[in-house]
């Protein structure tokens, strides 16, 4: 596993790619990956698995700061608020869209866009009720948004390298 995440190979796959070549490997690996992550990502069931971390955030946040989130994201699809970008979870999380793409980088953004959909929906909704959860406690804006921040994280992985949702 570590060796996994530090990018090295395993001594099978090493053997294969001596016998047929680095670049050849690479295509195949490439591909491999590639068909795994169309399979994820194109499959509207896969998205839906999205939702199951904004009712566990709503288990162990107050209902009124859930009900003021969802609202607040909601709106925040027609009219931009930029609390993400005050939200250290939500910009990482978010990450940033390359400004040129191949003609099959766009056939794959097409077919997930449902999956990033509810992956922005439910991380927003997340962090903003929880930050008015905090809020309402007395905590600061900046602390309010790196604690809801990291339980977010908690709930639903914060994808830096190795990282895994802990309540999940």
Same mark, same amino acid.
């Given at each position: 596993?570590?060796?996994?995440?530090?990018?090295?190979?395993?001594?099978?796959?090493?053997?294969?790619?001596?016998?047929?070549? @680095?670049?050849?490997?690479?295509?195949?690996?490439?591909? @491999?990956?590639?068909?795994?992550?169309?399979?994820?990502?194109?499959?509207?069931?896969?998205?839906?698995?999205?939702?199951?971390?904004?009712?566990?955030?709503?288990?162990?946040?107050?209902?009124?700061?859930?009900?003021?989130?969802?609202?607040?994201?909601?709106?925040?699809?027609?009219?931009?608020?930029?609390?993400?970008?005050?939200?250290?979870?939500?910009?990482?999380?978010?990450?940033?869209?390359?400004?040129?793409?191949?003609?099959?980088?766009?056939?794959?953004?097409?077919?997930?866009?449902?999956?990033?959909?509810?992956?922005?929906?439910?991380?927003?909704?997340?962090?903003?009720?929880?930050?008015?959860?905090?809020?309402?406690?007395?905590?600061?804006?900046?602390?309010?948004?790196?604690?809801?921040?990291?339980?977010?994280? @908690?709930?639903?992985?914060?994808?830096?390298?190795?990282?895994?949702?802990?309540?999940?």
């Amino acid at each position: 596993w570590t060796n996994n995440i530090a990018g090295k190979k395993n001594k099978l796959d090493r053997s294969f790619e001596t016998m047929i070549g @680095r670049k050849v490997f690479s295509f195949l690996d490439g591909t @491999r990956k590639q068909t795994g992550a169309n399979m994820i990502g194109f499959n509207a069931s896969s998205a839906l698995t999205n939702f199951i971390a904004p009712i566990q955030a709503m288990a162990k946040t107050n209902k009124l700061a859930v009900a003021k989130g969802t609202a607040d994201t909601i709106k925040n699809i027609f009219i931009k608020d930029n609390f993400a970008e005050k939200n250290s979870f939500l910009t990482s999380r978010m990450g940033t869209d390359m400004l040129s793409k191949t003609a099959w980088q766009k056939i794959q953004d097409a077919g997930f866009v449902f999956m990033k959909g509810a992956d922005w929906f439910a991380a927003n909704q997340i962090v903003r009720s929880k930050y008015y959860e905090l809020r309402s406690k007395g905590m600061s804006e900046e602390q309010a948004h790196a604690e809801s921040g990291k339980f977010a994280a @908690r709930i639903m992985g914060d994808r830096t390298k190795g990282a895994n949702a802990m309540l999940y």
